[in-house]
């Protein structure tokens, strides 16, 4: 298959047309605006409909509509656009409606800075929104990755009509990298809860969030954790490197996984054991693979673009089993490969 | 083998677009590749950097902070970037542009009047190629048959003739001797 060079932005919104998306709604922010504009250019000729919104909440509203139709609907934005689009999200994941949203990181608090940041890790696996709900939240860290987990985001949110987001950062939106576009052999689901015409032959469908009665509503939030455990068990990934012999090994995601599996190498160089594991999938956190990495290891070394928000993760995942230490830098800055390698030294006693 | 490329320089230059060349060149030898620009309020007149990697290996971090090869195309770049270059690396100076020398005996450093020659060759805009034939005569980083194939994927056929000028500007960089 022929390799091309796209930005990951663009290369993420190519996927979302190929894997059958119909509906974009978005509002542009940097640093992920080229996904709209993209969409905006190649959209219609593919048969789908492509709308700026006046707002973020306009357009997660916008979603909530068009997946109540039973077709593949998307937004993006970056974090405070994100913030916005909270009370919408709750409201689909309420609904139990199939979307993909996508968030391009940039620094925060407020309106922040636009460099690449980590800091909606704990919005997005936590509390992205109001009420007991969790979405899939992927982390790609590669263009190539990118295109991979739109089209599996898609997949997924279909199969348990949930919410997925695609959880990237300024750096991967920004850069480009060669990608191919899989060939996509997954079949369309059969969505027969949708809200779509149809000439009184059945009766009709109702997508709702409200639930007054208080047993009502605690059996449909028990119901959607059922299928959350079902997620948890079978969806959970991480890609583990260079972990079988490691005394010490480095967490991250994303692109800063990219930066900590370089100081990995600079650190075996210098006869350091040390290792990677690297969460794909944020929501489900990957447990049972830190486990195993925990039955060797003596030692983890979490590292964000952030105050540190997944660690608490790491910390419960291994149920606190050995110590977990944390690397992070915030507001846009991109950790340095010496840094984490002088990180990596200063827990195993310098280089042997 | 890896080489962490920085060019730098000002926005309108044509430095972005330079470092996606140099990208494809990659693309073309079937090398892992990434690009990676400065982004942020920067307009026309702003400084402006981009970082290529080209490597036998997958890339790790993208943002090349020690680059092995710098490109700049003007004093502020050369200030901000010239110290953080490897021991054994090569640096390119548009020397229309920069008065400034680079004070390091550890690395090769190649003048050449990129903007000069541009204009005297109705090249306007094309100082980004000349430096970068520059580079090519100096490093091997890249064939002249590979950048040939990298433009062609780059410029679109309805701007055959921009291609063409490509050609002729990276040709006044590799026939440049200092």
């Known amino acids: 298959m022929e390799r091309n060079l796209m930005k990951g932005n663009e290369a993420l919104a190519e996927a979302a047309i190929r894997a059958g998306c119909k509906c974009f709604f978005g509002y542009p922010i940097t640093p992920q605006t080229e996904i709209s504009a993209y969409l905006a250019k190649r959209f219609e000729a593919a048969g789908g409909v492509f709308l700026q919104a006046e707002s973020e909440i306009a357009a997660i509203n916008m979603v909530l509509g068009a997946a109540s139709t039973g077709v593949r609907a998307m937004t993006s934005s970056s974090s405070p656009g994100i913030s916005l689009k909270s009370e919408g999200i709750s409201y689909i994941a309420g609904s139990d409606l199939p979307c993909v949203i996508i968030n391009v990181q940039r620094g925060g608090p407020g309106l922040g800075g636009i460099q690449p940041s980590q800091a909606d890790y704990w919005q997005a696996t936590k509390a992205l929104g109001h009420g007991d709900f969790q979405l899939l939240v992927f982390a790609p860290n590669s263009v190539q990755e990118m295109v991979d987990t739109v089209i599996k985001a898609f997949d997924l949110a279909d199969q348990y009509r949930m919410p997925a987001m695609i959880l990237a950062d300024g750096l991967l939106g920004q850069m480009m990298e060669p990608v191919t576009f899989p060939e996509i052999t997954s079949k369309p689901l059969e969505k027969p809860w949708a809200t779509n015409g149809h000439g009184n032959k059945r009766e009709h469908n109702i997508i709702n969030s409200l639930y007054l009665q208080p047993d009502v509503l605690e059996k449909s939030v028990i119901d959607r954790f059922k299928r959350y455990d079902e997620i948890k068990e079978n969806h959970a990934e991480a890609e583990l490197y260079k972990t079988e012999d490691a005394e010490i090994v480095v967490t991250a995601y994303g692109a800063t996984s990219r930066v900590a599996k370089s100081a990995v190498n600079m650190a075996r160089e210098q006869g350091i054991k040390a290792g990677l594991i690297r969460p794909v999938t944020l929501w489900p956190f990957p447990v049972k693979q830190f486990q195993k990495t925990a039955e060797t290891a003596d030692k983890f070394l979490c590292v964000e673009m952030s105050m540190g928000q997944m660690i608490d993760d790491v910390k419960l995942a291994i149920n606190c089993s050995k110590p977990v230490e944390f690397y992070g830098r915030t507001g846009g800055v991109i950790p340095k490969p010496s840094e984490i390698l002088d990180e990596i030294k200063k827990y195993v006693g310098g280089a042997k | ?178």
């Open chain 2, 1 to 178: 083998m890896t080489h962490d490329i920085l060019l730098a320089g000002f926005g309108g230059q044509g430095i972005l677009f330079a470092g996606k060349i140099l990208a494809y060149s990659g693309l073309m030898d079937e090398k892992e590749v990434s690009w990676l620009p400065s982004y942020g309020p920067e307009m026309r007149g702003g400084t402006c950097n981009c970082s290529v990697c080209i490597s036998d290996e997958p890339i790790g971090s993208p943002l090349v902070l020690e680059p092995s090869i710098l490109v700049v195309m003007n004093t502020p770049s050369l200030e901000k970037f010239s110290g953080s270059v490897k021991s054994g690396g090569v640096i390119v100076v548009d020397s229309t542009m920069v008065d400034a020398k680079v004070d390091r005996n550890d690395v090769k450093t190649f003048y050449i009047p990129a903007t000069k020659l541009a204009q005297e060759n109705d090249l306007a805009g094309g100082a980004n190629i000349i430096l970068l034939g520059k580079l090519f005569r100096e490093t091997n980083i890249v064939s002249a048959e590979t950048f040939k194939k990298a433009i062609e994927k780059v410029v679109p056929a309805k701007k055959a003739a921009l291609a063409a000028n490509n050609l002729k500007a990276v040709k006044l960089g590799l026939d440049y001797a200092d």
